[in-house]
């Protein structure tokens, strides 16, 4: 099932959606590109420098010279996607990409599944359920297009820089065409299989991992302090012996730092936490240390704390252990700037 596909694809076999050029995407061809939000736009940006043409759309007109001064094109005209040779979206829930791919009839819109030319991809790079990715990926082939997903690992910073990892499955051919963009966007490229719906199960079983892990940090830093010891030093500890990774280096200098500057926030966690345990209920596997998270999200989410990145997870743990008051305003500005 897994590939690895750092600059070199290793797909399984083709399915029904390898219905697109063998050909990859060159600089002439035009990307386009919908859900400019602090992800989007960063990685849009990165596709620009890279040297493609972008195509971005934007509702508000008033956000157009921003864009541009990235060196997007941008367009209030949905309609002007449709002749791209690959449309990357990325977009915060199901809803957001069903409306994308099937329009909006109350707003007189056309979807990309009506519009994109047989043979354009729609590269989704949102986290969103299994089932609307199979779906949507059913959608685009009855008219001849491929549909990728693609799913990453990292914040707006990391993609900013072009450190993202990226999950990607569809058809051999049609993720091959797509690894310029990969290359722009990231610095490594992970190749499920041909089921889209694939990767977005591997990226919400990867962000369960982080969300477990953001809980038992802020469990642990919590109850270190009840004992009057130093966190920190703990924390060094784990990341120079047995936890050297990512989530408990980042994560773990933050909770102790007391840091929770809105990144990932609490409502968009919570709709991946949620996702997860759907799947899990669906496949009969109890995630039962998922359903743990899921009850400090909304118990934070009814504290005020929507606004807050998810390692506000350790300050939730502080609060029920009675250490600590609500964050306040200097310490969001420190966590902004970290």
């Known amino acids: 099932m897994f590939k690895d596909g750092s600059n070199s694809l290793e797909a399984s076999e083709a399915t029904p959606l390898d219905s697109g050029s063998n050909s990859r995407l060159t600089l002439q061809d035009e990307v386009g590109f919908v859900g400019l939000g602090r992800m989007?736009?960063?990685?849009?940006?990165?596709?620009?420098?890279?040297?493609?043409?972008?195509?971005?759309y934007v509702r508000r007109p008033e956000q157009m010279d921003r864009l541009m001064a990235l060196g997007l094109q941008p367009t209030t005209d949905f309609t002007s996607l449709f002749h791209c040779q690959v449309v990357v979206s990325m977009l915060p829930d199901d809803d957001a990409v069903r409306d994308v791919v099937f329009g909006r009839e109350d707003l007189g819109s056309r979807g990309l599944a009506s519009g994109?030319?047989?043979g354009a991809i729609h590269l989704s790079m949102s986290t969103i359920s299994t089932a609307a990715?199979?779906?949507?990926?059913?959608?685009?082939?009855?008219?001849?297009?491929?549909?990728?997903?693609?799913?990453?690992?990292?914040?707006?910073?990391?993609?900013?820089?072009?450190?993202?990892?990226?999950?990607?499955?569809?058809?051999?051919t049609d993720v091959a065409r797509c690894q310029p963009l990969f290359d722009s966007l990231g610095q490594r490229t992970f190749v499920v299989d041909s089921d889209p719906a694939h990767a977005n199960l591997v990226k919400l079983l990867g962000n369960m991992m982080t969300a477990t892990t953001l809980e038992m940090l802020g469990e642990a830093v919590a109850l270190l302090r009840k004992r009057g010891l130093d966190p920190k030093s703990f924390v060094d500890i784990l990341t120079g012996t047995m936890f050297s990774g990512r989530v408990h280096r980042i994560y773990g200098e933050r909770i102790v730092g007391q840091r929770y500057a809105a990144g990932f926030v609490m409502p968009l966690a919570l709709k991946d936490?949620?996702?997860?345990?759907?799947?899990?209920a669906t496949a009969g596997a109890p995630m039962p240390s998922v359903g743990v998270v899921r009850d400090r999200m909304l118990t934070g989410i009814a504290r005020g704390y929507a606004d807050l990145d998810w390692t506000a997870l350790g300050l939730i743990a502080a609060e029920e252990a009675g250490l600590r008051s609500p964050p306040t305003p200097q310490t969001l500005e420190e966590g902004a700037r970290s």
């Open 133 to 172: 990715a199979s779906r949507l990926a059913g959608e685009h082939a009855r008219g001849g297009q491929g549909y990728v997903a693609a799913p990453v690992f990292g914040n707006p910073d990391a993609a900013k820089a072009r450190e993202l990892f990226i999950v990607a499955a569809g058809a051999r």
């Open 40 to 56: 989007g736009k960063a990685m849009a940006a990165n596709l620009a420098f890279a040297g493609h043409r972008v195509i971005a």
């Open 273 to 280: 936490v949620r996702l997860a345990l759907a799947e899990a």
């Open 116 to 118: 994109l030319k047989p």
